[in-house]
C-alpha cells in the first residue's frame, strides 16, 4: 500500500517509456551511426529535406521515437499510421487528403509502424501517391524490407538500418530515467551500477524494455521516507529469463539456422551448441532443427564419415519420440557429433554440377547398352547390345560407358582426403585409371 500511495502522490500514469521518449535529436540515444554529426540521416533531419524512408531495426530501437522527432522538426503537416488498425479505406481517405494539401503546396509526411503488417494490395496504395510527391512515406519495421516490402515502393525510399543500443547507451538510457524530472519527480532512486549493468546485458538492446525492467524492479523495490531501494532479490526476480528476439517466419530464424549451419561447418561445437540453445529456447520446432541437421550431415560432411546420417537420423527419431525438452540432449550429441567429424562438400558439388548439365545441355537418349531390352522389339533395336553384367568379370566393374555420349569424359565426384573419403578416393582413382586402360 505504501508503494501505491507513493507512486499516486507522484501522478505518475504513462509507463516510464513513455514518459521519456525524447523529443530531440540532443537527447536521443543510440544510432551515432546515422545521426552523430555530419552521418547522413543527421543532416536530412537538420535541412527538412525529408525523403521517404524505411527505418528497419530490432524493437525498441527509436524506429518510432526518431519519427516523432522528425515530426516536430518538418514543416510538413505529420500523419501517424499503424498497419495494425488501418486498411485500405483509411489509405485511400488519408492519400486523397494528402492530394489536396499537395495541389496547394502543403508537403504530409506519412509514418508506418510496423510497415511489414500491411499485405502487397496496402502497400501498392502508396505507391502512385509516393511517386508524384502526394506524400513523403515513413515506415517502420523489424522485418527485412527486401522480403517484407514491395520492391516497387522499396525501390523509392531510401533505408536506415537502425541498431540494437550497445550496453553503455543503455545504462546511459537508465540513469537519465533515474535523475530525470519526468521519471520519479524527485523521489531518490537506490541503485547501483551493477544493478543497472545486469538490466541493460538483460535487454538485448532494446530501450523500451531496459526501461519497463527498471519501472518493475523500482515498482517493486523497497519503500523508505522519500526513497526506493532496488535489492537484489527484486531485480533477479525482474530479469529472471529473457524473452528471445525470435520469428519463426521472419529473418531471425535464417540468421540463426545460418549460424548453426556454419559454426557446424567450422568446426566449432562451442558456437553450435550455443546457437542451438538459441534456436530451441526461443520456441524452435526441434525437429525442424533435426531435419537441418540431416541435411547437414550428408551436405557437409557426406562420405569423410558414412555414419554421419545415421547419427543425424537418429537424433530427429529421438526429438519426435520425447519432444521438448528432453529431445534438447538428443540434439546436442547430433551437433556435436556433427562439428567434430570431418568434412567433404564433395556430394554436395557433385550433386550441383550434374544439375547444371542437366538443366543446360541437351536431354541426350539413354546409351543403348544401358538400357533394358524386356520386349523383341527393343532388342531388335539394339536396346541393351555391348552390355557387360559386372559381377561377371573378375574386376566386378566393365568397362563400358555409362554417361550420354557428349558426357562422357565428365567427372562429377572429386573425392576429398577427408576422414573415410580418403580410401574412396584411392579405390576411386584406380577404376578410373583402369578403364581409361591405364
Known amino acids: 500500500m505504501e508503494q501505491l500511495s ?24 543510440g544510432q551515432a ?19 521517404s524512408m524505411i527505418f528497419w531495426g530490432p524493437p525498441g530501437v527509436g524506429k518510432t521515437t526518431l519519427a516523432n522527432i522528425i515530426a516536430r522538426r518538418t514543416h510538413a503537416s505529420f500523419i501517424n499510421f499503424s498497419a495494425v488498425t488501418s486498411g485500405i479505406r483509411e489509405i485511400k481517405e488519408v492519400m486523397a487528403q494528402a492530394e489536396l494539401s499537395r495541389q496547394i503546396g502543403q508537403k504530409t509526411l506519412l509514418f508506418v509502424d510496423e510497415i511489414h503488417r500491411f499485405n502487397k494490395a496496402q502497400q501498392d496504395a502508396f505507391l502512385p501517391y509516393v511517386e508524384k510527391g502526394s506524400i513523403i512515406l515513413i515506415g517502420a519495421t523489424t522485418e527485412n524490407p527486401s522480403f517484407e516490402i514491395n520492391s516497387a515502393l522499396l525501390s523509392r525510399c531510401r533505408v536506415f538500418v537502425l541498431k540494437a543500443l550497445e550496453t553503455e547507451d543503455l545504462i546511459r538510457l537508465l540513469n537519465h530515467a533515474i535523475h530525470s524530472p519526468n521519471g520519479y519527480k524527485g523521489t531518490q532512486i537506490v541503485i547501483t551500477h551493477k544493478q543497472l549493468s545486469a538490466i541493460a546485458a538483460f535487454c538485448d538492446g532494446d530501450a523500451r524494455t531496459a526501461l519497463n525492467t527498471l519501472e518493475m524492479a523500482i515498482t517493486n523495490g523497497e519503500v523508505g521516507p522519500g526513497s526506493i531501494t532496488v535489492t537484489d532479490e527484486c531485480l533477479e526476480q525482474c530479469i529472471s529469463r529473457k524473452s528471445l528476439l525470435y520469428d519463426k517466419k521472419g529473418e531471425e530464424h535464417y540468421n540463426l539456422i545460418s549460424a548453426l549451419h556454419k559454426s557446424m561447418r567450422n568446426t566449432d561445437p562451442d558456437a553450435a551448441l550455443y546457437w542451438l540453445s538459441r534456436m530451441l529456447e526461443s520456441g524452435e520446432d526441434p525437429l525442424y532443427v533435426a531435419r537441418r541437421l540431416i541435411r547437414f550431415a550428408s551436405e557437409d560432411v557426406g562420405l569423410a564419415d558414412t555414419n554421419a546420417l545415421t547419427v543425424a537420423v537418429n537424433a530427429y527419431q529421438a526429438s519426435h519420440f520425447i519432444g521438448m525438452p528432453e529431445c534438447t540432449v538428443n ?4 551437433v556435436v557429433y556433427l562439428s567434430l567429424a570431418p568434412k567433404s562438400n564433395a556430394l554436395y558439388s557433385a550433386y550441383e554440377t550434374c544439375k547444371l548439365d542437366a538443366q543446360r545441355t541437351q536431354a541426350e537418349p539413354v546409351p543403348l547398352q544401358i538400357r533394358n531390352a524386356p520386349t523383341r522389339l527393343m532388342e531388335e533395336l539394339h536396346y541393351g547390345e555391348g552390355y557387360v553384367y559386372a559381377h561377371d568379370t573378375a574386376e566386378k566393374v566393365a568397362r563400358m560407358q555409362c554417361l550420354p555420349d557428349a558426357l562422357k569424359d565428365r567427372r562429377y565426384y572429386h573425392p576429398t582426403q577427408e576422414g573415410d573419403e580418403g580410401a574412396l578416393k584411392e579405390k576411386l582413382d584406380a577404376i578410373r585409371a583402369w578403364k581409361a586402360g591405364e
Open 33 to 51: 551511426h546515422l545521426l552523430g554529426e555530419g552521418k547522413l540521416l543527421r543532416r536530412i533531419i537538420d535541412s527538412d529535406q525529408i525523403p
Open 331 to 334: 540434439l546436442s550429441e547430433a
Open 6 to 29: 507513493l507512486f499516486d502522490h507522484q501522478n505518475i500514469s504513462a509507463p516510464l517509456a513513455s514518459r521519456l521518449r525524447p523529443d530531440t535529436l540532443e537527447d536521443f540515444v
